[in-house]
């Protein structure tokens, strides 16, 4: 049997075409995609029934490491390559039954849209990255980069009790649809210096937190200057493969500065994400600015790229 699969041949070259669709593996299950992001309760002994509304989750984690032993899923280096499915911009998805052990497929209540379950997966590494830095009450917090992710760090860090959050973007239009999101201040660059805007904007003293959500060496370098002494800046964005940022080690050293990498979620931690998702009182809405069909994958690209869209979801089987 045939179905419709978005396949990458290279940079810039995504062809969605018909594809044999997947075959079930004895232990595992078919899962037919009604609602995928466009980027990137314990249920392991539950039988799947045909017509089930279930979430898949991406990551890969083996559970027998140390490190997800201890709790860091995140860091687990003992992936097996086909856990994750074969591939989520397409009509259906092989689920070995090995990921369904693992704890890797969730169930989507009645009264929740397949759309916005699909936030449950761009949701876990904010959600993991503003637990783990304890964004909380009465901070004041920078981000750079208005794309959808710093869109979810801002409506998460207000939900945390943030006091102040501070975005930082290039872009106009992104900046302007950030501040749905709880933003108090924006900060465009190509028109001011960020780092003298958020030092006005905290009467000099620096923001508490400041993470870097965008692919630039340069945001990563002015980062530090814009967050207090005894501060946590984060590089969660990553930046083009190789390339290094030149960063003032004798400010951090003086300032007493935290700095923190920050790349994916441990389990418990996605699996909270997704329970935010789901949750009613959280606005998914606003976060889906289009939803289209898998035929339409590219001009999804182009929306996201621009800036004009702030989430991108395609449904396969429109
Ligand atoms: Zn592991």
């Not at 704890?103 to 209540?109: V, W």
């Not at 001009?299 to 089987?317: C, F, H, N, W, Y």
Request: charged residues 20%; proline residues 4%.
């Amino acid at each position: 049997m045939k179905m419709k699969a978005a396949m990458m041949y290279g940079p810039n070259d995504i062809r969605v075409e018909m594809v044999e669709r997947p075959s079930c593996p004895i232990d595992g299950l078919v899962l037919k995609i009604m609602a995928v992001g466009l980027c990137g309760s314990d249920i392991r002994n539950l039988t799947y029934q045909i017509g089930d509304r279930l979430f898949l989750f991406p990551g890969t984690y083996c559970m027998e490491c140390d490190d997800c032993i201890s709790g860091h899923s995140e860091n687990c280096t003992n992936v097996e390559k086909d856990l994750a499915g074969t591939g989520g911009f397409a009509q259906y998805v092989a689920v070995s039954g090995r990921k369904i052990q693992l704890g890797g497929i969730y169930h989507i209540p009645e009264d929740v849209t397949f759309e916005a379950a699909s936030l449950g997966e761009p949701l876990t590494s904010v959600y993991a990255c503003l637990e783990n830095i304890r964004v909380g009450y009465g901070d004041t917090l920078v981000i750079i980069g208005a794309g959808p992710i710093g869109c979810f760090m801002a409506q998460l860090a207000k939900l945390r009790g943030a006091q102040t959050v501070i975005m930082v973007d290039i872009n106009e239009k992104r900046l302007e649809m950030s501040r749905e999101f709880g933003v108090d201040h924006l900060v465009n660059s190509a028109e001011k210096d960020p780092i003298e805007a958020v030092n006005q904007l905290t009467g000099r003293l620096g923001a508490d937190k400041v993470i870097s959500a965008n692919p630039s060496n340069a945001a990563q370098a002015q980062s530090i200057f814009m967050v207090k002494k005894g501060g946590i800046v984060v590089f969660f964005g990553g930046v083009p493969k190789g390339s290094l940022t030149e960063i003032d080690t004798n400010y951090i050293h003086y300032s007493n500065i935290w700095i923190k990498g920050h790349f994916g979620a441990s389990y418990i931690q996605s699996k909270r994400a997704y329970e935010l998702a789901i949750d009613k009182n959280f606005p998914s809405h606003k976060f889906i600015t289009h939803k289209l069909p898998l035929d339409k994958i590219n001009d999804g690209i182009e929306l996201t790229r621009s800036g004009e869209a702030i989430k991108v979801v395609l449904l396969p089987q429109d």
